[in-house]
């Protein structure tokens, strides 16, 4: 599983529990703000991880179909920027069994 595909998992999963106390009479208003605002917060990440994926794309794009290329020094910036902001966005999922601890990993 890498990195992309584990935080995706963990979005769905805090969606689903979120959607489930809305729909629970139980739940106070002030829970029902809170599990509102964790889904606003899924489609931040879910936002934040369809840009980073999309900058990763494009520097390993640039590096295939032009790998000695003056114009790709840029690309192994970006490729660290890129996983670093991955890892960052797993952070609060640590305590997850499929959690590499790999992804704990910052300069």
Request: hydrophobic share 40%; with cysteine.
């Amino acid at each position: 599983m890498d990195i992309v595909e584990f935080l995706s998992d963990r979005i769905a999963e805090d969606e689903a529990v979120a959607r489930k106390l809305l729909d629970d009479r139980s739940t106070s208003e002030t829970g029902k703000w809170y599990e509102r605002r964790l889904l606003l917060e899924c489609e931040a990440k879910r936002r934040l991880i369809g840009i980073i994926e999309a900058a990763r794309q494009t520097a390993l794009a640039s590096l295939v179909s032009d790998p000695f290329g003056e114009d790709t020094h840029w690309i192994p910036g970006a490729l660290e920027w890129t996983g670093l902001s991955l890892n960052a966005l797993a952070l609060p999922y640590s305590d997850h069994p499929d959690f590499e601890q790999d992804w704990l990993w910052s300069p």
